[in-house]
């Protein structure tokens, strides 16, 4: 598990908005040069790790995203204030009073998203929330020259300032676990790994922003079947009733079932019956925890695979994660150690379904 951890924390704390996934892509790379057969870079940056099986052997596809939810700098004050566009999904009310690294050529800068003080706003408005065309980020410069001359362009990439810290109870929290956890599963699980099948770990870019990288990267590999590593909400904090959200922290990683937008599971994935039953076997013959799960409200790259060409067997293994897309998500390794052995026994069993 330590080495799990101290994998999670070197990938959290890189960082990589969705088309700047450098920084952990070279991470990712350097892990596992001397654990697999062929390491690549296609043309959209997606970084393609092969571990050869046997021959006339199965093909597994495992998908974990690289980037993080992030912004861009879109306009620059003339008082040196900085205007953003959000690059994923964000919830404003997560974003206002965070701290923030905007990364120039000049090196990184620390900013922080202010907005007009509760104090001085007529009482109607200081009962709204606040949207973020009314933030902007504060690095401390006078003008809009001096923020250019420190480097400040419009475009450049922005993401929470954060850190893995430890919490009670095995738990971790930080920022990017969504989807970091997932690489450092995927990382781990081709060091290790000993299966007949060949094992294909992508990990891909741009997820937050429509699974461009697992589209592309899917036509590429052409596997027999696919699995995306992703987070999932969980529904174990005061505010959720349990019937919208049954999956709880340190109950095990949670196998998706469906997937998809909430009024009809629609733009999601139903996860292939063949893959399903890879990974509930193997859980169960293995004394493996999990947690079977329907998320309505969102998707993984697993989609994309699934109708990749003509279609490609696809199912998702989620950890469960609270406060998803914030800076302070927060996971138990329990769960991040019982997702790694799931994913590794699984491909290790895979010859037998594929």
């Known amino acids: 598990m ?26 990712i790379e350097e892990e596992l040069a001397d654990f697999v057969d062929e390491i690549r870079v296609d043309n959209l940056g997606n970084l393609i790790c092969t571990k050869k ?3 006339d052997s199965p093909k597994a596809m495992i998908l974990a995203h690289t980037d993080e939810i992030g912004m861009l700098v879109r306009y620059v004050e003339k008082e040196g204030f900085i205007r953003f566009s959000y690059l ?40 709204k929330p606040v949207k973020r065309d009314k933030m902007f980020i504060d690095i401390g410069a006078n003008s809009r020259e001096q923020a250019e001359e420190w480097g ?34 995927m990382v781990q699980t081709l060091k290790e790994v000993k299966a007949e099948c ?16 697992a589209q592309t990267s899917s036509f590429t590999v052409d596997p027999d079947f696919a699995i ?36 009809s599971l629609g733009g999601g994935l139903i996860s292939h019956p063949k893959v399903l039953k890879l990974l509930t076997e193997t859980a169960e013959e293995n004394h493996i925890p999990y ?7 969102g998707t993984t790259d697993a989609t994309a695979a699934a109708t990749t060409r003509g279609g490609i067997p696809s199912a998702t293994i ?24 799931l994913l590794k026994l699984s491909l290790e069993n895979a010859h037998k379904y594929f």
């Open 2 to 27: 330590e080495d799990l951890k101290s994998l999670l924390k070197k990938l959290v704390e890189a960082t990589g908005p969705s088309g700047h996934e450098e920084n952990v892509r070279n991470i």
């Open 53 to 55: 099986g046997a021959k």
């Open 88 to 127: 994923g999904g964000f919830f404003d009310q997560m974003v206002l009073g965070q701290r923030v690294l905007i990364h120039t050529e000049k090196g990184d800068i620390k900013g922080v998203i202010g907005s007009i003080p509760p104090h001085l706003l007529p009482d109607e408005e200081r009962k």
């Open 152 to 185: 400040i362009k419009i475009g450049a990439p922005i993401t929470w300032l954060g850190y893995l810290d430890d919490l009670g109870n095995n738990m971790v929290t930080g920022k990017a676990f969504d989807d970091r956890a997932g690489c450092a599963i």
């Open 198 to 213: 060949t094992v294909i770990g992508v990990a891909s870019v741009m997820e937050e922003v429509g699974l461009r990288g």
């Open 228 to 263: 995306a590593l992703d987070v999932s909400a969980t529904g174990d904090h005061p505010g959720i009733e349990e019937r919208q959200m049954p999956v709880k922290i340190g109950k095990g990683p949670g196998i998706t079932i469906a997937d998809g937008r909430r009024e």
């Open 291 to 297: 947690q079977l799960e329907i998320f309505e409200g």
């Open 318 to 341: 989620n950890i469960p994660t609270r406060y998803i897309h914030s800076p302070i998500e927060v996971l138990s390794l329990e769960d991040l150690s019982n997702t790694f052995k």
